[in-house]
């Protein structure tokens, strides 16, 4: 049902979320804000300044009880192409957003949060080599205090749609990579373990770099896993020397690529940024390890999630969950041979059925002036 507000037609209510699970965005100024969401990343005891953000108020804030499938990350920081929250029924700003691109279950292979922004503070259409849109930035300076940063955080997207026989590849398969860009200092570390190739929907999926990708789709079929995304990686560790007692500089970004449809969403860890001598040669991956940061110093007040517990706080487990007794969730999508419509492909086809349309009209006429011509005759 359509709810209506005194300023107009709004947006239609959404299903129910998960239970368990929450998200709070820069809206709701009373309790988030760039420095609040910096200090959650580096930790209580932290020296952290000159945290700032840019994009959209839906598209930074915290984000807790996702589902730690796969070694995902389950608290922390999220931001987003899209809207983190589900829209207000009674907002008109919330009429580009269809539902929060976080929160499960996975309702769609197509969440949309497309507000029409072009602006690129960070640079990121270089990265993605075409033009970007709905960018989400948050930066900061925080002081390390030993020989090398860790920073974890994971990428979830909905760019991760299946194929099947006879029907296109997947969005990630056909160049649509929205970019992702951590840097430290002005460097990037959002790279492959092991690599320097960038982190995206097109370098980690099921025939890529598999060893760190969660599928959260079956073909055309959303899966069961509790979490929006059609796909995510693993906890992944972003790292690079650094100077104790000197200020290091934080920067992380993320946009959409080509159009500004189909969100993506990178997530850094509660306390999942810290300072150590011994950097991480060995990364975890979705079925094994614990993502941990050895002999850390990263400003916290405690390092795990319980006494007995060797996970890092706002960490999940490797493997997978049996879902199947869970019902496999479903929605309304526009589909170009069982894959959902992107923007350009949206344009595209606009554009062909009103070629189609004006080839029909010239052969109507064509074919009334040699009516015309025979009646005279």
């Known amino acids: 049902m359509l709810a209506l507000s005194a300023a107009g037609p709004a947006v239609a209510a959404t299903a129910p979320n998960t239970a368990g699970q929450s998200t709070a ?124 940063i860790v920073l974890y955080y994971s990428l979830g997207s909905e760019e991760y749609a299946g194929a099947t026989k006879g029907t296109p590849a997947s969005w990630q398969s056909r160049g649509y990579k929205d970019p992702l860009s951590i840097q430290v200092n002005g460097t990037e570390c959002a790279h492959v373990p092991g690599t320097q ?27 069961r896993i509790p979490v929006e995304f059609n796909g995510y990686t693993s906890a992944l560790p972003c790292q690079a020397a650094t100077a104790p007692g000197q200020k290091v500089h934080v920067r992380v970004a993320i946009a959409d690529a080509q159009d500004g449809q189909l969100d993506s969403t990178v997530l850094l860890r509660t306390q999942g940024l810290g300072f150590t001598d011994k950097p991480i040669t060995d990364s975890c991956t979705a079925k094994a390890g614990t993502c ?12 795990s999630n319980g006494k007995a517990s060797t996970t890092p706080l706002g960490q999940g487990k490797p493997g997978v969950t049996d879902y199947s007794a869970a019902s496999p969730t479903a929605g ?17 086809l606009g554009g062909i059925a009103l070629l189609l349309l004006a080839g029909g009209g010239v052969a109507l006429m064509l074919r009334r002036r040699r009516l015309a011509g025979l009646e005279a005759d």
């Open 25 to 148: 965005s820069l809206r709701d100024t009373s309790t988030v804000s760039a420095q609040s969401l910096a200090q959650m990343v580096a930790g209580p005891k932290a020296t952290v300044s000159n945290a700032s953000v840019s994009s959209k108020d839906v598209q930074i804030g915290t984000v807790k009880g996702l589902p730690g499938d796969g070694n995902a990350i389950t608290e922390g920081v999220a931001l987003s192409t899209g809207s983190l929250i589900d829209p207000d029924p009674t907002a008109d700003s919330d009429t580009d957003i269809t539902r929060s691109a976080v929160l499960g279950p996975n309702d769609a292979l197509d969440t949309t949060g497309d507000f029409g922004v072009t602006e690129d503070p960070a640079g990121l259409a270089k990265v993605a080599g075409t033009d970007v849109y709905d960018e989400a930035v948050l930066e900061f300076d925080v002081t390390a205090t030993s020989s090398n």
């Open 197 to 223: 190739t960038a982190v995206s929907a097109a370098s980690i999926n099921d025939s890529s770099n598999a060893d760190y990708y969660t599928a959260n789709v079956s073909g055309h079929t959303p899966g």
């Open 292 to 303: 941990d940061i050895p002999g850390a110093d990263n400003g916290s007040s405690k390092s």
């Open 332 to 348: 309304t999508k526009n589909t170009v041979a069982g894959l959902p419509l992107t923007g350009t492909q949206a344009l595209l």
